[in-house]
């Protein structure tokens, strides 16, 4: 059996036996990988809670015939703040069911996927504001979007292909079309979303910065409003119902 070495992050854990666990990782260097941590449910096990869900490892891993095997596990980071706020620990979920749900083995964005996974639950556990929480998961999914090849448009309207420059002061967003559309494509759709010219920087800042850094950025109406257009985005592309947002709706 080959070995080899990667840095991943992890997703998912299920039973596996009395005393193994498959672990879903996602490796900066391969994507998704499905692993087993054998005896690591028994109490001298070194693996124990580096295999936990959000803790990111350098790891040590051997092919296997069906599922890889984790021979070691070094801690890079276990972003233990996460796990003392319920808030904190919801929205970092909702990420973790994002990579879980989009993301694929041999992934040819994987260091870019990883490393935007990696920032925004350090974020996630640093920041001490609502309002910082949901900058950081907007970002990861304008982020993650546009590594997925899924960008959303935010320079012309996504339906006539206008640029966003001839709208009027008010605009339309459309999940389904995938971004922003003009009032006359708006207009016709009765699934878009009115918005002005705040919700275009706040998404166009948040691409580009990972802390919010004006005043806008910290309106938690806009940021709440903004956070659930780009939920019905990400939705209008997966063929499978999230369960985070429901709980983020109840508990946050």
Request: charged residues 25%; glycine residues 4%; hydrophobic residues 40%.
């Amino acid at each position: 059996m080959a070995n080899y070495k990667t840095q991943a992050i992890n997703l998912k854990t299920y039973n596996l036996g009395e005393a193994d666990k498959i672990v879903v990782i996602y490796s900066r260097d391969h994507g998704i990988i499905k692993c087993v941590a054998k005896g690591i449910k028994k109490p001298a096990s070194k693996l124990g809670g580096r295999m936990q869900v959000f803790n990111a490892n350098n790891l040590m891993l051997a092919d296997g015939r069906n599922l890889d095997i984790v021979c070691q596990a070094e801690s890079i980071e276990n972003f233990s703040k996460i796990r003392e706020d319920l808030t904190r620990l919801s929205y970092a979920f909702y990420c973790i069911e994002l990579v879980n749900l989009f993301g694929t083995d041999n992934d040819p964005n994987s260091k870019n996927i990883y490393d935007i996974l990696f920032e925004t639950l350090k974020n996630i556990s640093i920041f001490t504001q609502v309002e910082e929480i949901l900058w950081a998961v907007m970002r990861f999914k304008l982020k993650l979007a546009q590594y997925l090849g899924y960008e959303v448009e935010l320079e012309h309207c996504a339906k006539c292909n206008c640029e966003e420059q001839e709208f009027s002061t008010y605009h339309y967003f459309s999940a389904e079309a995938g971004g922003v559309v003009c009032n006359e494509c708006g207009n016709i759709s009765n699934k878009s979303f009115e918005i002005d010219k705040r919700y275009i920087k706040l998404f166009k800042d948040a691409i580009n910065y990972d802390f919010p850094f004006e005043k806008e950025h910290t309106d938690k109406m806009l940021l709440f409003s903004s956070f659930n257009i780009l939920k019905e985005f990400i939705s209008h592309r997966s063929d499978k119902k999230l369960k985070t947002p429901d709980i983020i709706e109840i508990l946050c």
